[in-house]
């Protein structure tokens, strides 16, 4: 009967597992989300753009604000184009809007600077394009339900393996005795 315990067990293992990736990869990817660069209006930064990474800008303001951003260097013309669609991420109690991509042309730093005319507390920032972040997620809920599934169809086929060979000794003592 230990062996009924232990593939049980290890169904149980195998569901904590799942759930854990699953956290994991949706937090990572939340995480690379977030903004690393940050500046304040009127600021230029230089950010380092690697277009595999899919860029985007962001922005953190309490009100509505009027924003204009332009985009210079690096090897090639980058271009700043609208997102469709409201991204949010919120880290660290800021809530970061993405509002704009950024679509350069090859690897390379690139000198960004945004203004807006309103008299507003407002932070932009560079990170990760939000739909960037859908495979960590899909990967993330497929060992939510790959990893407890392999585990279920394990305790299954060893439930039904040590029933059949208890039964099958039951009926061996039965005829011998």
């Known amino acids: 009967m230990w062996w009924l315990a232990a ?9 904590v597992a799942g759930a854990l990736m699953f956290t994991g990869g949706v ?5 690379d989300l977030a903004p690393t660069r940050t500046f304040a209006s009127g600021e230029s930064v230089t950010v380092p753009i690697d277009p595999a990474e899919k860029p985007g800008v962001y922005i ?4 509505q604000v009027s924003y204009d951003c332009a985009i210079t260097g690096g090897p090639g013309q980058a271009r700043l184009a609208k997102t469709t669609g409201s991204q949010k ?10 509002f704009l991509v950024i679509n350069a042309p090859a690897k390379g730093d690139y000198q960004l600077t945004c203004t807006n ?10 990170g990760r ?11 993330g809920l497929a060992a939510l339900f790959l990893v407890p599934g392999a585990g279920l169809l394990l305790a299954i086929g060893g439930t039904i393996t040590v029933l059949v060979r208890r039964s099958g000794a039951r009926k061996r003592l039965a005829v011998g005795g």
Do not use: N
């Open 7 to 15: 593939v049980w067990g290890v169904f149980l293992a195998c569901g």
């Open 60 to 63: 953190a303001s309490d009100t």
């Open 89 to 98: 991420v919120t880290v660290g109690g800021a809530v970061w809007e993405q």
């Open 117 to 126: 005319q309103e008299q507003a507390t407002v932070r932009y920032g560079v």
């Open 27 to 31: 937090v990572s990817s939340v995480s």
């Open 129 to 139: 394009d939000a739909f960037s972040a859908v495979g960590g997620i899909t990967g």
